[in-house]
């Protein structure tokens, strides 16, 4: 639920700085249960067992990712070492779900969509996709609020701090063009990544020093 009213606010940001109504409040919860109750068909060229289990990974991959965060400024549910590195994999693993499920579709629009959206699930499946991508937004915020926005220590911090958040990507995704998977995995692999690196070998050279 959680999630879903992210997108709504989301869609509604979204409408208002493209001078828009937007959706009412229960769209987001409608379009959900439309999907879900829906006829869901499986192509004839698609491998059937691959077709059912990838939207029921990418969900899985971003539930999983949610009880190492602290959603809603509560302590997360588990923790080890090293939980933050398998959290952002376990993000990640959506978008290599969406890149195999148009390869395993066969379908000439749906490999060259994969790398923005497919075409070829209907019903359950494209809810559990969609469904995924909001939790996928909803942790991803969770995150960068609790490492770079002085940490999460209530709810109401953690509304606070997820909902600017959430204004300022609004606010980019109108005015930016959007990028495609592959472009923004190129652009994260060359540079984020290494960015990432330096700054851990920085707080471990800091921990040492200090220590």
Not at 92 to 118: D, E, Y
Not at 185 to 192: E, N, P, Q, S
């Amino acid at each position: 639920m959680l999630a879903l009213t992210y997108e709504f606010l989301d869609r509604k940001l979204i409408a208002r700085f493209q001078n828009r109504i937007g959706p009412r409040w229960y769209q987001t919860v409608a379009d959900i249960v439309k999907l879900l109750i829906k006829e869901e068909i499986t192509p004839a060229t698609a491998h059937p067992t691959l077709f059912g289990v990838l939207p029921v990974v990418a969900m899985s991959g971003v539930l999983t990712a949610a009880l190492y965060v602290p959603l809603l400024g509560f302590p997360s549910a588990f923790g080890f070492k090293g939980d933050l590195i398998v959290t952002l994999y376990l993000l990640s693993l959506i978008t290599m779900c969406i890149g195999v499920a148009g390869w395993n579709s066969t379908s000439r629009f749906t490999m060259v969509g994969a790398t923005r959206a497919f075409t070829e699930y209907s019903g359950r499946g494209l809810g559990f996709f969609h469904l995924a991508k909001e939790m996928e937004l909803v942790v991803g915020m969770t995150l960068i609020a609790a490492l770079y926005m002085g940490g999460i220590a209530n709810p109401l911090e953690f509304f606070i701090k997820t909902l600017i958040l959430l204004a300022i990507l609004a606010s980019l995704h109108c005015v930016l063009t959007r990028l495609r998977i592959d472009q923004t995995v190129g652009l994260w692999w060359r540079y984020g990544a290494a960015v990432v690196l330096l700054q851990w070998l920085v707080l471990i050279a800091w921990r040492g020093m200090v220590a």
